[in-house]
């Protein structure tokens, strides 16, 4: 996935098969619905968003964790600014 429009990508940390990184999102970014090959696990540091999965959209807030299958279809649509750190395996090469 191409970072949208005023997001911020920051690689915190990676190695192995796995990668940390943090995505900083003002309000009001449709970031598109994509899949990709690896697991993704994210936790929502700040800011509330609709998590698009599949064909379901889940509000979320600080504090709340959610998981992405491979090859799983989704998005988000950020309603206010959002901190969010996501963990992937393996590595995302194209954050490099």
């Keep these: 996935m191409i ?4 997001a911020e990508r920051r690689v915190l940390s990676y190695g192995g098969g796995m990668m940390a990184v943090e995505f900083r999102f003002p ?5 598109p ?7 993704q696990i994210g936790y929502v ?3 509330e968003l609709d998590l698009l999965l599949d064909d379901r959209s ?18 988000v ?3 206010t600014p959002c901190v969010l750190l996501d963990c992937f395996t393996p590595l995302r090469e194209e954050f490099l």
């Design 3 to 6: 970072t949208p429009e005023g």
């Design 27 to 31: 309000a009001g970014v449709h970031a």
């Design 33 to 39: 619905i994509h899949s990709h090959p690896h697991e």
């Design 45 to 47: 540091v700040s800011g």
């Design 58 to 75: 889940t509000r979320l807030g600080p504090g709340d964790s959610y998981y992405i299958a491979p090859n799983q279809r989704h998005g």
């Design 77 to 79: 649509v950020t309603l």
